[in-house]
């Protein structure tokens, strides 16, 4: 079993900035891919982006690309989302997931572990 705990989620103006983090424990794996998704009222859970086991790769929502950016410290357990520019659209419950493989997804099914989420509401 694996857990995850995010953190760093808050109030903050629109083009401001956040570092949401994610601790992992239990029967976790630096080799495992991370990603982070996220939630806004009404609706549904949308990929946000991911990250490879070894940190090589990774993926981006059209909508967070060259804004956010997502890294990881193996030796800590630990990923990170970096959130700068942030608009009041950004306003969601922010999740971290862990695949069970080295590759990163992009959807929902391709994560198996999940934490309760961390809110961001972004003001104008």
């Known amino acids: 079993q694996v857990q995850l705990v995010e953190s760093g989620g808050g109030l903050v103006q629109a083009g401001g900035s956040l570092r949401l983090s994610c601790a992992a424990s239990g029967r976790t794996s630096s080799t495992y891919a991370m990603g982070w998704f996220r939630q806004a009222p009404g609706k549904e859970r949308e990929f946000v982006a991911a990250?490879?086991?070894?940190?090589?790769?990774?993926y981006y929502a059209d909508s967070v690309k060259g804004r956010f950016i997502i890294s990881r410290d193996n030796a800590k357990n630990a990923v990170y989302l970096q959130m700068n520019s942030l608009k009041s659209e950004d306003t969601a419950v922010y999740y971290c997931a862990s695949r069970r493989y080295t590759w990163p997804g992009r959807a929902e099914y391709d994560y198996y572990y999940w934490g309760r989420g961390t809110q961001v509401t972004v003001s104008e």
């Open positions: 990250i490879s086991g070894g940190g090589a790769t990774t």
